[in-house]
């Protein structure tokens, strides 16, 4: 968890909850990953997923996002919190970028036949400790919940983003709009596909 988080839980017994008006949230999966666990023995499999995610905590140490969790072959991270970032949702799609190029190295060297879905969403969320053993730093509210959707119905080796992430950093990136989608619990939302950064010139 963070180093501000963990200080404040060390110090205090207090329940540990935290209000941001804007975050940044990135949820990225490997595409078809149980057809993939049936080829390879557990000790190449780990090692796969942990050469992976190594490279995806470094990329996100460099864009100063906080790493959130690992659930099975998905992967969390989040921009704007604990400390607050007005330059959040350009470095979680700095990030997703480069974790599409090192995901993509890595599937070159083991011979993966995979893609890697990316979503991001901004937003406001609430972030807190939950839980008496294991306990987590954890993320809720409807960005979070658009950033997970913007993965599980995006595609292989693309990176669908929410229209307040475009608005946030179209000046930054070129987008191809996808149009719109329907998502659970939400409705129809508009959709972008984040190509890559523009060229800065001056």
């Known amino acids: 968890m963070p180093n501000t988080i ?17 975050a940044s949230i990135l949820f990225a999966d490997i595409q078809d990953f149980t057809p993939l666990c049936k ?25 100063g996002l906080e790493k959130i969790k690992t659930s099975g072959d998905g992967y969390m991270a989040a921009g704007g ?48 400790i939950i839980g008496k053993n294991k306990f987590s730093y954890d993320m809720w509210g409807e960005a979070v919940n658009l950033a997970s959707r913007m993965e599980s119905h995006g ?10 992430t475009y608005e946030l950093t179209k000046h930054a990136f070129n987008y191809t709009k996808r149009g719109e989608i329907q998502v659970k619990g939400v409705g129809t939302v508009n959709t972008y596909w984040l190509l890559n950064r523009k060229i800065q010139v001056g």
């Open 81 to 128: 919190l604990p400390r607050a970032n007005s330059k959040h949702a350009v470095h979680c799609c700095n990030c997703a970028l480069e974790m599409q190029k090192a995901f993509q190295q890595i599937s070159r060297k083991h011979n993966l036949k995979t893609g890697l879905r990316i979503g991001i969403g901004c937003g406001e969320v609430v972030a807190g």
């Open 6 to 22: 963990a200080q404040r839980l060390k110090h205090s017994k207090g329940l540990i909850a935290d209000y941001f008006a804007q």
């Open 155 to 164: 595609a292989g080796n693309k990176i669908q983003t929410t229209q307040s």
């Open 39 to 63: 080829h390879r023995t557990p000790q190449q499999l780990v090692k796969i997923l942990n050469e992976i995610f190594c490279s995806f905590d470094e990329l996100s140490i460099k864009y």
